[in-house]
């Protein structure tokens, strides 16, 4: 392997440096407050992360927002896989107008499209409204302040960072494949099990890392959508650093929500990378 010389390591300096000040830092202070005792940060020790890890409530709010972001990503991948399947196999020009509506949402602000889907889902909303004007229901249902509105909204928003990854590994798969597969006496449903899920695995693990740590993370959703009734690390966070005005509890909070965080970003890359030695190998 090359060497990087002199003239290539100052392109990527600035770029180091920046990296440094703005993250690497920031990171370091985190940590450095999280080591103090008291919201007076006059001593040093491990008892906030205590206080966290040892109070059931607290891992049962780093269990639901997990367990939440699993859902969602989920979801996204259900939904995800067969519009990015559609759109690869599409014409040229209805594979641009189909990419344009998919990354169209993307284009509106977080928060307006969950004031959005506050109209929405709200008991007197559109939603409730068509239901009961169907007769599908005999009352409004409560989809707002509750944890399936919560993921509903995080599919939504989140779902062009599914569908893209998928869309780039499904059009790197050579059609000659598929064609290879089926003059092998494979049927469509066994090509497409053996050879082009396999294929696009790349894509579909990085979709999932992306919807993943954008849905754990996603205050603004997860605050409106979810009211107070549901509790989720960011707003946990939030509450302990501006209401209670615990800044060292609140920074231990966020080092070990981002330590579980890595954890499920690096399991999911190393099922990535295992899954596809196997299918090389």
């Known amino acids: 392997m090359r060497t990087p010389d002199r003239g290539e390591w100052r392109l990527v300096a600035p770029l180091a440096v920046f990296f440094a000040a703005f993250f690497l830092v920031p990171l370091a202070v985190l940590v450095v407050v999280s080591l103090h005792a008291e919201p007076a940060m006059q001593t040093l020790s491990l ?14 709010i780093l269990w639901d927002t997990l367990l939440l ?26 594979q641009s107008l189909l990419v344009f509506l998919v990354v169209l949402p993307l284009l509106t602000s977080v928060v307006v499209r969950t004031f959005a889907w506050i109209v929405i ?13 169907l007769g599908v229901i005999d009352e409004p ?6 944890e399936p509105g919560v993921v509903a909204v995080l599919v939504q928003v989140q779902l062009p960072l599914m569908v893209l990854p998928l869309l780039t590994s499904l059009q790197r798969i050579d059609p000659n494949l598929a064609d290879a597969s089926a003059a092998l006496g494979a049927g469509r449903w066994r090509t497409f099990r053996r050879v082009i899920v396999p294929l696009s695995l790349p894509g579909a693990v990085a979709g999932a890392i ?18 107070a009734r549901l509790v989720y690390m960011p707003l946990f966070m939030y509450q302990q650093a ?36 196997l299918v090389h190998g």
């Open 210 to 227: 992306l919807v993943y740590a954008a849905c754990v993370t996603a205050f603004v959703t997860q605050t409106l959508i979810g009211g």
């Open 69 to 94: 972001g699993a859902k969602a990503t989920a979801l996204c991948l259900l939904l995800g896989y067969p519009l990015a399947w559609v759109i690869a196999r599409a014409r040229p020009r209805v």
């Open 242 to 277: 501006t209401g209670a005005n615990d800044w060292p509890f609140a920074a231990a909070i966020a080092i070990v929500f981002m330590a579980a965080v890595l954890m499920i970003v690096a399991l999911l890359s190393a099922t990535g990378r295992s899954r596809r030695a």
């Open 121 to 133: 889902l709200g008991r007197q909303g559109v939603l409730n409204k068509t239901l009961l004007a």
């Open 47 to 60: 008892r906030q992360y205590a206080r966290f890890l040892g109070d059931r409530l607290h891992l049962s």
């Open 141 to 146: 249902v409560r989809l707002l302040f509750s």
